[in-house]
């Protein structure tokens, strides 16, 4: 049992103190939206929607919204649109275990770095040279395998929740 559910009245104070309200004073978290949907949370799903390789406006076509409000004002869940996405990306990016399995030896040299990584998530090696800051394969300055350790933390779907 919670604490605060264990004494009388502590929860709806909770609820009131914390809720958030418009300036007419009527609660601004629509019904069905999750109050966990935090700072943190939407950091974590645009993180998500980063390794998809997609961005917002390409979020808002695959979902048919206007923005991410009209998705949880809807009801539904940041977890739900990460799923949809998805889904909606078919096999285009691969799980964590996909990327767990590929090996040094897999990996010796930028040119199979390049391979590689367009086949776990599509990035094209421009794409690849951005992502580690640089904007071709002479601007690297870490090896073939140390990129694709840095690039599989960014873009492995991880297959876990918000």
Sequence with gaps: M??????????????????VKDAGGKDKNPPGRDPRDSNQRWTSFWSQVKALGLNA?????????????EWTEKGKSLDDAI????????????????????????VPDYASLEAVVKNLCSLEP????????????ADM?????????????????????L
Excluded: C
């Design 2 to 19: 919670d604490a605060a559910e264990g004494l009388p009245g502590a929860s709806s104070a909770l609820r009131e103190l914390f809720s």
């Design 57 to 69: 406006e390409q979020v808002h076509e695959k979902l048919q919204i206007k923005s991410m409000k």
């Design 83 to 106: 799923k949809t996405l998805s889904e909606k990306l078919g096999s285009q990016h691969k799980q964590r275990s996909d990327w767990d399995a590929v090996t040094m030896k897999q």
């Design 126 to 137: 421009s794409q690849i040279y951005q992502e580690m800051g640089g904007s071709s394969r």
């Design 141 to 161: 300055t870490v090896s073939a395998w140390h990129a694709f350790l840095q690039i599989k933390e960014n873009y492995a779907l991880d297959g876990k929740s």
